[in-house]
């Protein structure tokens, strides 16, 4: 799924762990509100940042390593869930960084 198709994006933690992100798979794939959800490992994130931020982007962009880029989870949910009430669910889990609404 592209980030211009999700609805939520769930970043994890530079150190979560291999349990934290499975566990966030299992919580999404449980949730009723979920209609399906992608996981972009460092390189996925490394492609996306490319396509990005390409040439135009910041000087430094090139210089950007996969493994500083967080792992994530793109996000499409059912029509009328609550993604406010969403975002925070999925923040308080372990190993998330942050949860955003492109």
Do not use: W
Request: charged fraction near 20%; charge should be negative; hydrophobic fraction near 40%.
């Amino acid at each position: 799924m592209t980030r211009e198709c999700a609805d939520l994006i769930v970043f994890m933690r530079s150190d979560a762990s291999d349990a934290q992100i499975g566990t966030v798979a299992t919580t999404l794939r449980g949730d009723p509100e979920v209609v399906t959800s992608t996981y972009l490992d460092h390189a996925d994130a490394a492609s996306e940042f490319s396509s990005l931020f390409g040439s135009n982007g910041p000087s430094d962009a090139t210089s950007v390593a996969a493994a500083d880029l967080p792992t994530s989870y793109h996000v499409a949910l059912k029509p009328g869930a609550d993604r406010d009430a969403l975002r925070l669910r999925y923040k308080a889990l372990p190993g998330v960084q942050e949860v955003t609404a492109p």
